[in-house]
């Protein structure tokens, strides 16, 4: 595989069209389950209304990402942006902080089936990285799913926000309380 990463523009909406495929990468979520408004349903905005709602986010340029492509195929997805732009965020008690407004996020992957386990994601979490030093990032946060209790690896379904090694590898560290339900990783860029 000759694995390249462009930062997401308005031109690679169409990439995003064909890695995401007709259900919108997992469950019809478009990028947008992390974006949803406080009191909006997911069973409403998934699907139809979460494409076209990211599709006008894309369109323009206020949503962040990276693509990683094998030649002219997209196969991987990586999000980053302001902390306070994925606002459900701040409603996970695991995920709370007192910078959040300082703080840029790495929610969630979309590697293509079949291309897992090959470093795609190694990829995109370095070229998001890249991207954010551009923008002057200071800290840096990724939320990855626990690992399993029995070290088993974590099925693809359930591992698109990362998982602990591949933040650990990239230099984050366990920002909140490991007992907690879910994980929150912190990295500072110099």
Do not use: N
Request: proline share 6%.
């Amino acid at each position: 595989m000759k694995l390249t990463t462009r930062e997401l523009s308005p031109k690679l909406w169409p990439a995003v069209e064909s890695l995401f495929g007709p259900k919108g990468a997992c469950g019809g979520c478009w990028c947008m389950s992390w974006r949803i408004a406080k009191g909006e349903k997911w069973e409403a905005v998934k699907g139809e209304t979460a494409r076209d709602r990211f599709r006008a986010l894309v369109q323009s340029g206020a949503a962040h990402g990276v693509l990683a492509f094998d030649g002219a195929e997209p196969v991987g997805w990586c999000a980053f942006d302001r902390r306070p732009d994925f606002a459900k965020l701040d409603r996970a008690p695991s995920f709370a902080c007192d910078d959040a407004a300082e703080v840029w996020s790495i929610p969630c992957f979309f590697i293509q089936s079949g291309r897992r386990g090959q470093g795609v994601a190694t990829a995109l979490l370095a070229a998001a990285l890249a991207a954010l030093r551009k923008r002057g990032a200071r800290i840096v946060e990724g939320y990855p799913a626990k690992p399993s209790k029995t070290g088993a690896p974590i099925p693809g379904a359930f591992a698109w926000t990362g998982t602990q090694s591949l933040f650990e590898k990239a230099g984050f560290t366990l920002a909140g309380d490991a007992k907690r339900a879910k994980l929150r990783m912190r990295r500072r860029l110099p």
